[in-house]
């Protein structure tokens, strides 16, 4: 199998992932549950996790990074920890379903969201920030980058405008997480939300958020933690207010092993490289006839996606007919982004969406590029 769904989670994983996941399961107690060896090491390996997020990611410090399962969990934590009744927030049309069913179930509580609009070709209308923002506006909750077309959003202008007019800037950065240069304090992101499972190639099951100094997020589940056991409350501490139960310290100490990977070879290496056999594709198939490919391509700096249709095909059939005729794993569909699939054109449709990882090669992308010349002479 030729895998390039790596947008959706990567795989294979570096060496060293699995054999870090397995010697936390032999090894590790539960951390903050005791003074034994075992949960001791336990918490001294999160912990170290937690310094290495705060170092890739510019934030305060290690307390400020909170562990979730995903970058669902943790857009949820912030959004629904931030925002409340009365507050207006303003998003965009290229958000994953982990952004917008918070935002909208907020709005039926009493908050006011509004929409930074997407073109045909998926590009976000900038001036739109200013045209939306209101007295009450309270913070933007953006994409880093699209997990439908892989384009950019310019996290520079939009921390800037966050900055100049007092609002919050929590930024979904599930699809650059590990790759892509984002610094709290330079860009002026108060909440980085983050999965594991994809660009910083640790395993499922591992996220969190970053949160940013005099951030003050209210804790969306309460319970046990370890420590003030008789508060009837959850405690203030970061991270322990957003952190109720038990960490998946196996799967974190996964994604430190991941971490180290990503540091050793230079996360600019593995963007390069990943960004090179995307742009290899996309030239291939870009003037097929009855080939759509959707995304502005005219900047080189964008996720390793591209995205097509294949003339008025359903798009979960062509992926089918790539699986099983030539071995190729794709993501057809909705790809839990409606408003920009409405913005595209490709509600009904769908689209199918090819992804590179750290592992995938020329002759992979090569041979998928000749599988779309093939079912587009076929139609």
Avoid at 174 to 184: C, D, E, K, L, R
Wanted: net charge negative; charged share 20%.
């Amino acid at each position: 199998m030729i895998y390039l769904d790596n947008a959706a989670t990567t795989r294979p994983k570096p060496p060293g992932v699995a054999e870090a996941v397995a010697a936390a399961m032999e090894g590790y107690g539960n951390s903050g549950r005791g003074t034994h060896d075992e949960a001791l090491t336990a918490s001294r390996s999160i912990y170290a996790v937690r310094r290495k997020l705060a170092d890739l990611f510019g934030a305060p410090g290690a307390e400020r990074v909170a562990f979730t399962p995903n970058s669902t969990m943790a857009l949820n934590i912030a959004i629904s920890g931030l925002l409340g009744p009365g507050d207006h927030v303003i998003s965009t049309d290229w958000e994953h379903n982990s952004v917008l069913r918070p935002l909208y179930r907020l709005r039926q509580q009493g908050t006011a969201v509004d929409f930074v609009p997407a073109d045909r070709r998926g590009r976000l209308d900038y001036g739109a920030f200013s045209r939306l923002l209101r007295p009450n506006t309270r913070a933007v909750v953006c994409t880093h980058g699209s997990n439908l077309t892989g384009d950019l959003a310019d996290i520079g202008f939009i921390g800037d405008f966050c900055r100049s007019h007092g609002l919050l800037f929590i930024l979904d950065a599930s699809q650059t997480a590990g790759v892509f240069p984002i610094h709290m304090a330079e860009q002026h992101i108060d909440v980085v939300c983050f999965t594991g499972h994809k660009s910083l190639l640790g395993p499922q099951g591992t996220g969190g958020l970053c949160v940013g100094e005099g951030v003050d997020i209210r804790p969306f589940a309460v319970g046990g933690t370890g420590v003030q056991s008789f508060s009837e409350t959850q405690p203030a501490e970061y991270p322990t207010r957003l952190e109720a139960g038990t960490l998946n310290g196996h799967g974190i100490a996964g994604l430190g092993a991941a971490l180290d990977h990503l540091r050793s070879v230079g996360p600019e290496n593995v963007r390069v490289r990943e960004s090179a056999l995307a742009r290899r594709f996309y030239e291939a198939v870009r003037s097929l006839p009855g080939v759509t490919v959707y995304g502005d391509f005219s900047t080189e700096v964008r996720a390793p996606i591209v995205t097509l249709n294949i003339g008025d095909y359903d798009s979960a059939a062509v992926s089918d007919e790539l699986a099983e005729r030539f071995g190729i794993a794709t993501r057809p569909g909705a790809h839990c982004a409606p408003r920009l699939h409405r913005a595209l054109g490709t509600a009904e449709q769908g689209a199918v969406r090819f992804s590179w990882g750290w592992a995938n090669t020329e002759a992979e992308t090569d041979a998928a590029a000749e599988a779309v010349r093939t079912l587009a002479a076929e139609g």
